[in-house]
């Protein structure tokens, strides 16, 4: 019997997000991983038709195109319509969404309900035991790890960003790229879009950053961030807070690592004057690379770091930034 | 105006990691001596509750499902300025998961009659799966706007604020709705002041069971339950830090910088 993955990829016509081709890589893995699985990719988004073959080339066996300008965030009524028709057209047996604001926050568990299926948020692996998937994520702030398991002919996943590594795209894989019919414009929202402000963003995301420089309480005050900023920009990296810095304003709430604000994994976090609360690791913890820097050598963030200097940031940052300076030739 | 929030009581989730203990058979967390909360995300949405009460003169009610010590957020929650609690509490809600739970508030809200406005955290500090807020929102048939922050007052409708990178956007959603909430810089949870706490103590909380609500245990209870957690464990960490050594921190600066150079990383 086949099974079909079925997996969800938002774009828009100049980016298809790597949270997408993450997606399709979980998808690829478990569809190797159970017997004859077959993954599909239903790519959604406007004007999303130039990506088809992209995620044929990262791992999809067949990818439906639903191609429509209503298909964004604040229309998430509308994406959950769609969804709940394309999982109608296509009968899938695994459901996969990234797990971020609108995949995890908002149109997966309310497909699940519609469909009445169970669904497990923010996984960050699986294992196939007797053709049951059993997700694993992590709970109490990832203090634990859980393996779960949904009930059910049916089941959705969320993954957890950066948890997958997309595919390095092969031109030479194979895959069917199908238009899909699904009747947007006759869809409604009862939410609509009033006005969107957004500044263009200075440097680089903390979901895109391969580097990340953090700064807690002991920066002292805003100007501490500033030397941040300039090892930040030396690197290439983005520059994050912990939730006191964020309540002190020190950086905006968008740049809070940590369980109450963004769960990152980058390839290397440097956590400058930050103890190590359990609710800044849960959103640093899944970091390849932690060094820490703090004066004070029993903070618990020492306990999981992997490199770490007991100093005042005062004295370390500005040479940590000008040897870097001359290392990287810049 | 009506708000409802939904709350949540948890383990103080800012114990350290050494203290943390799980009972890998029950698969969930022992409690020790740890103090019970509101969970974070559940707080900050009665903080929303709170302010929009106050710029509209309403009125906020907090309801949690749990055992008998739930209670005390309850009280919390007055005494942080709520009108009305409940808890919902009932043998047969042991082992509910998120739909079982959802199906249990949806029923208090009908009990509840009037409401304009159904708040939620985003996701619960302990188990963090995000689920009872719009399954919530589905089973009672309501509009769903999720990670919000703030709400603004309107005619008939309101205006919500939710936080994007970089700005915001601003969404408008018809009453009744449900909305879960996220954190930013307006929406930090107040302290409940010690005369709140006094009188929050003297108020009687109104508790409610499986048949007060006209449920039938056996809609809500584990065996419904679609998902389910079948081994919980604490991940080995077999963590030895490496420090870097020298006379003083800019020469600690340089020897880090070259180390990071070493292991590749940058």
Redesign the interface.
Known sequence: MMTNILTFCFASAEELPRASLEVLAAGRRLGDELRNGCVQAALLGPDVEGHGETLVHHGADEVFIISHPRLQY?E??VILETLEAIVQQLSPDVVLFPHD?LG???VG??L???L???????CVGFEVKDDAI?WLR????G??????????PLQLATTRSRAFEPLAPDSARQGAVHTLEVDVDSMSS????????????EGI?LDQAQ?IVSGGRGMEDKEGFSALDRLAEI?GAAVGGSRPAA?L?WVP??R?VG???KIVAP??YIAVAISG???H?AGAGSSK?I???NKDEDA?I???????????W???????????K???GS | MHIIVCLKQIID?????HI?Q?DPVK?K?IRGRQALVIS??DA?ALEVALQLKERTDGKVTAITIGQKEAVESLHTALAMGTDETMLISDPAFEGADS?GK?HILAAALCKLGEFDIVLCG?QA???????V???L???MGL?????MANIEPGDGKV?LKR????????????LP?LA?VT???SN?PRYASVRGIRAAMRKKIPVWSAADLGLDPAEVGPET???????????K?E?R????EGE???????R??????E?K??
Do not use: W
Request: a negative charge; aromatic letters at 8%; proline letters at 8%.
């Open positions: 604040y998430a009524d604001e995890g926050g908002n568990p309310r699940a309900y519609r009445g299926t169970g669904i497990v948020t923010d059993r992590p709970v109490y702030g203090k634990a790890m859980a393996y779960m398991v949904a009930n059910g009862p939410v609509s879009l009033v006005e969107r402000t957004q500044e263009e963003i995301s580097i690197l309540d304003g709430h968008s809070l369980q109450t604000g390839n290397l609360a359990p609710q690791m690379t060094v820490a820097i618990p020492f306990k999981v770091a992997h490199v770490g200097v007991v100093g005042e005062e004295n370390v940052i500005p040479a940590l930034t000008v040897a870097c001359e290392i990287l | 989730p800012e114990i350290p990691p943390f799980i698969r967390q974070d995300f900050i739909f959802a985003r500090g302990d188990v963090e799966l995000g689920l807020g719009p399954f929102a589905e089973k509009p769903c706007v999720t990670l205006r936080p994007i990178e970089g700005g915001y956007e601003i969404l408008e959603a018809p709705f879960t954190n930013d810089e930090v339950a679609r998902i389910e957690m079948e081994e919980l464990f604490i991940p960490r963590m830090c490496e420090f870097i003083s921190g800019p020469e600690k600066g340089r880090l910088a070259l180390r990071l150079k292991l990383l940058i």
